[in-house]
């Protein structure tokens, strides 16, 4: 389990990575609902939702370190 | 300077006039509905029906598929103003017929032998379709920035990173990404171009939903879609042989892309389709014996709009003359992306002032004007302005490009 930067939940990075479904052409797709991640600084970052990201987005998104 | 078509030219609009109000039938209109993919809907695992596909396969009989590619590349070796009329056209119709995108430019200015022959046929045919893995979160308008990685393994690359807002990931066959393959070089002297399959593994597609996604918008509204993507790249493993050009040279191939892209009938007339769609929708429409064609504020407003869309036409014109001439294209496509798509904000706030409240009404309400098209074109005409270049970095390009100005200061935080 990750923790969520921004609001500390625990993250299932499993479930992130996870395809639940493909598209029209066959790519995988992941289920938006179970949270989202961000390579930021070379390194994978899991946030609990899509509003925690762009917390951090705005936080750390022009270069700062989290 | 002449501004007129050619005879051969006035009568192949004729013909492709008859054509459509032949072939768009209802039928093919009613298979659209809910899709606005464009032709990329013809792309093998979409959800086209068989009048669509029947109706590519009548236009590709008649050579209007990839009309100024080479022949030795599927198309028909034709002038671009050709392939402007074509397109022009088609584009009134809701039926766009641009499927090699600007993917194919690009393949074809610095592709090999090899991917031109591989790509460029199948481009033209709509067998391929290329999403564009160019934006990152961090980055934003800042393209340069990217952090998305590609490294060197034996003969592949090995790649890792996200990018954001890759619109048509959901039903494009193929993605062209631009990556980091030198960290250590100057920002933009490190970046290269990959073209791969996007159902190869350690891909995965996060649909990321657009504010004209609630109600959904209906087909016939211009900007944007209501769906993009975020792409994830998990040790995503690619030969060599999907390097487009050299390495480290992407962000010269890419732009030289974009700017291309941003040439062409389909491009002017996602901002301009809407003037005429309200000019024909206020001379059609009676209102208790009020004409809005009649008063003279509305007809100061839709004059107004008329001049500026003839200003993008002529601004599309020129571009598509400096390439078919291999003129220097520096900054043109540049000030076309800031004037259409900032004119058809402009266009749409004023359609929404001359419909007056119903204007607001979204799809889906019983009482919207033409199933909510100008509400969603309100929302999207915003979004236009930011895709495929900001207009802001656009201005930066002119400024540069076209007025010989140093590269800007960066602002103090």
């Not at chain 2, 039938?25 to 009613?30: K, P, S």
């Not at chain 2, 934003?140 to 619109?167: P, W």
């Not at chain 2, 066959?173 to 070089?185: E, F, I, S």
Request: charged share 25%; net charge neutral.
């Amino acid at each position: 389990m990750a923790q969520c930067p921004m609001c500390g939940k625990p993250v299932d990075e499993a479930a992130v990575r996870a395809a639940t479904s493909q598209t029209a052409f066959g790519a995988r797709e992941v289920d938006p609902a179970a949270g989202t991640r961000q390579f930021h600084d070379g390194q994978w970052y899991y946030f609990d939702r899509l509003e925690c990201r762009t917390k951090f987005m705005a936080q750390f998104g022009t270069g700062r370190k989290p | 300077m002449d501004f007129g078509f050619t005879p051969e030219q006035e009568a192949l609009r004729r013909e492709v006039r008859a054509f459509i109000a032949q072939h768009v039938t209802a039928e093919v209109v009613a298979e659209m509905e809910g899709h606005n993919e464009g032709l990329l809907g013809v792309t093998p695992g979409t959800s086209r029906g068989p009048a669509v596909k029947e109706l590519f396969r009548k236009i590709s009989e008649r050579g209007w598929l990839g009309i100024s590619y080479p022949r030795e590349y599927g198309g028909q070796g034709r002038d671009r103003i050709t392939q402007y009329i074509v397109e022009e056209e088609f584009a009134r119709a809701n039926v766009n017929i641009s499927t090699a995108g600007s993917s194919a430019p690009m393949i074809l200015a610095a592709g090999s032998e090899e991917q031109k022959r591989h790509y460029i046929p199948r481009l033209i045919r709509g067998e391929f379709s290329f999403a564009q893995g160019f934006t990152e979160p961090r980055g934003g308008a800042d393209l340069a920035s990217l952090q998305c990685r590609a490294v060197h393994d034996g003969e592949d690359y090995v790649i890792n990173g996200q990018k954001m807002f890759t619109s048509g990931a959901h039903y494009c066959t193929h993605l062209y990404l631009m990556a980091r393959t030198d960290p250590g070089a100057p920002k933009h002297k490190g970046i290269s171009v990959f073209l791969m399959r996007l159902d190869i593994p350690g891909i995965t597609v996060r649909p990321l939903w657009t504010m004209q996604n609630d109600p959904r918008a209906p087909t016939r509204t211009t900007y944007g879609q209501s769906r993009t993507n975020e792409v994830f790249f998990d040790d995503v493993r690619v030969p060599k042989t999907a390097l487009l050009g050299e390495e480290n040279k992407g962000w010269y191939i890419g732009s030289t892309g974009l700017n291309l892209d941003r040439v062409g009938a389909a491009r002017y007339l996602i901002s301009v389709l809407r003037d005429e769609e309200i000019i024909n929708w206020i001379k059609e429409n009676r209102f208790d014996g009020y004409s809005p064609a009649d008063d003279p504020a509305i007809r100061d407003k839709i004059a107004e709009l008329w001049i500026e869309a003839q200003v993008c036409r002529l601004m599309t014109m020129r571009s598509m003359s400096i390439v078919e001439h291999g003129g220097r294209f520096a900054y043109e496509g540049a000030a076309e992306k800031v004037w259409a798509p900032e004119h058809g904000a402009r266009s749409t706030e004023t359609i929404a002032q001359m419909l007056g409240p119903y204007a607001q009404l979204l799809n889906g309400s019983p009482r919207a004007i033409e199933k909510g098209i100008f509400a969603h074109n309100v929302m999207g005409a915003f979004q236009s302005q930011i895709n495929h270049g900001s207009v802001q970095v656009m201005r930066d390009q002119i400024a540069r490009r076209g007025l010989d100005m140093p590269r800007a200061r960066k602002a103090s935080r």
